[in-house]
């Protein structure tokens, strides 16, 4: 598999799972050790809303090496 694809493919699976977990309030996602620090700071739905945000823009980072936008590192922005 071509490297872009499989960080695109990581980053679009990445930002699904962190958005539709957080969308859903999903205990095992937000009473997680790392995630309990925002919810402290933001309160639950305030974490979720921030973990929604991270999602999507995850999803657009993803979709951004998929279709060449944003270029991985090392790699020519014009050829």
């Not at 995850?58 to 790699?75: C, D, K, N, R, S």
């Amino acid at each position: 598999m071509d490297k872009q694809i499989f960080i695109s493919l990581a980053c679009i699976i990445a930002g699904l799972f962190s958005s539709i977990c957080a969308g859903m309030d999903f205990d095992f996602f937000m009473n997680h050790r790392k995630a309990r620090f925002f919810v402290k700071i933001l309160g639950r739905n305030g974490a979720r809303i921030l973990y929604v945000l991270l999602g999507i823009a995850m999803i657009i980072v993803g979709v951004g090496f998929f279709t060449g936008i944003i270029p991985l590192q090392g790699e020519p922005v014009f050829q």
